[in-house]
C-alpha cells in the first residue's frame, strides 16, 4: 500500500504559479500510476493530470500548456508545477495512486484506488 499526503496548496493571484506535491510513504512510488485530481465547489471532481508507471503523461484539455505533472522517484513524490492560473482552477487537489492494470482512463477517479486528503488551491481576480 501506499501513503499519499499533498503539500504546496494556497491563495493566489490570476497569471500567478503554484507547485504542488504529493509525498508518497509505504510502496515504492515508481511501481504505481499516480494522477492529480481536483474538485471545485458544487462541480464533480476531475482529472487534471495522470503520469503512469511508464512514464507516460495525460493532461486534461483545460491546463494543457499551463500544467505540468512530474515524479521524483529518489524522493518518491509527485509534482504539479500549475502556471498562468486561472479563478477556474479553484479547487481542491487530491493526487491519487493506483498499482491496478485497468482500461479505465488515466483521468478516471475509478481507476486508482489510494488517495490523499488533499490541499486546497484559491485563485483570485
Known amino acids: 500500500q501506499v501513503h499519499l499526503v499533498e503539500s504546496g496548496g494556497g491563495s493566489v493571484q490570476a497569471g500567478g504559479s503554484l507547485r504542488l506535491s504529493c509525498a508518497t510513504s509505504?510502496?515504492?512510488?515508481?511501481?504505481?500510476?499516480m494522477a492529480w485530481f481536483r474538485q471545485a465547489e458544487g462541480k464533480m471532481r476531475e482529472g487534471v493530470g495522470a503520469?503512469?508507471?511508464?512514464?507516460?503523461?495525460t493532461y486534461h484539455a483545460s491546463v494543457k500548456g499551463r500544467f505540468s505533472v512530474s515524479k521524483d522517484n529518489v524522493n518518491a513524490t509527485l509534482y504539479l508545477e500549475m502556471n498562468s492560473l486561472k479563478p477556474e482552477d479553484t479547487a481542491m487537489y487530491s493526487c491519487?495512486?493506483?498499482?491496478?492494470?485497468?482500461?479505465?482512463?488515466?483521468?478516471?477517479?475509478?481507476?486508482?484506488?489510494?488517495w490523499g486528503q488533499g490541499t486546497q488551491v484559491n485563485v483570485s481576480t
Open positions: 509505504g510502496d515504492a512510488a515508481s511501481d504505481y500510476d
Open positions: 503520469l503512469d508507471r511508464y512514464g507516460k503523461i
Open positions: 491519487a495512486a493506483s498499482k491496478s492494470s485497468t482500461w479505465l482512463s488515466p483521468l478516471n477517479s475509478r481507476r486508482y484506488n489510494f
